[in-house]
């Protein structure tokens, strides 16, 4: 049952990183979408010109991927050096202390459901298989060979984000000039439908209120975002 049990646990941990990933790239594809839609509808609001319109949308894509890219690095890098100095303390806490660690596992265990003979035996085989790894994963639910990487978060980030973003550059620029604001909003919505849809799935919630809040906020933010450039551009701004 021992084996059982920690051949399981980073498997379970490794399909649940995989999730975050996943959800991440979906959560990023969709700023990408709606900035980006914000940005272009409004400026198409004050001009049709395309190649201004191609270049506020570049800008804002560049801009936005990089800002995404480059505060998932720092987040992530503050979640890797948390996650080394908890191993790093564990390691001298077994060290200096390997009798209380041991009792310390037994307890955790104990506390998962298993009755203290089968805990300290349970105990006693995983500190003898790699007592780090125990405790790591039981004690401070770290798995030391999945430890987050932010130069692959950032990546990702920065990936996800341009991704999205091209859709609306791509839809405002491509058209005719008096298709372009209809085929945009149109594109937009659907792909905030997608990625609402995607998302809820994901966290296995109720897949139409997440849709229609996806939907609602994206529709609101190149309205207002319209409006304000229509208005600066009829005052001339």
């Given at each position: 049952m021992t084996d059982t049990r920690t051949h399981d646990e980073p498997h379970g941990n490794g399909l649940g990183?995989?999730?975050?990933?996943?959800r991440a790239a979906v959560l990023g594809a969709n700023d990408g979408v709606v900035s980006t839609a914000g940005?272009?509808?409004?400026?198409?609001?004050a001009t049709a010109d395309r190649g201004t319109l191609l270049t506020a949308g570049l800008a804002g894509l560049l801009a936005g991927s990089m800002s995404m890219a480059a505060g998932e690095y720092v987040s992530v890098s503050t979640q890797r050096d948390s996650e080394m100095a908890a191993l790093a303390t564990e390691k001298q806490e077994l060290k200096e202390a390997p009798e209380a660690e041991l009792v310390e596992l037994t307890g955790l265990l104990e506390g998962k459901g298993l009755s203290h003979e089968v805990a300290r035996e349970a105990a006693l085989q995983l500190t003898e298989r790699d007592a780090l790894r125990a405790h790591a994963v039981v004690e401070l639910g770290i798995d030391p060979d999945q430890l987050t990487n932010p130069w692959h978060a950032a990546g990702a980030s920065f990936l996800a984000f341009t991704v999205g973003a091209l859709l609306p550059l791509l839809a405002i620029v491509l058209p005719p000039s008096s298709l372009r604001l209809l085929v945009?909003?149109?594109?937009?919505?659907?792909?905030?439908?997608?990625?609402?849809?995607w998302s809820a799935r994901l966290g296995e919630a109720r897949v139409g209120p997440a849709v229609l809040r996806n939907m609602g906020g994206g529709a609101l933010a190149?309205?207002?975002t319209y409006g304000a450039g229509h208005l600066l551009g009829a005052v001339g701004v």
């Open positions: 990183t995989r999730l975050n990933w996943l940005l272009v509808v409004g400026v198409a609001g945009t909003v149109l594109s937009v919505l659907a792909a905030l439908a997608l990625t609402g849809w190149m309205a207002v």
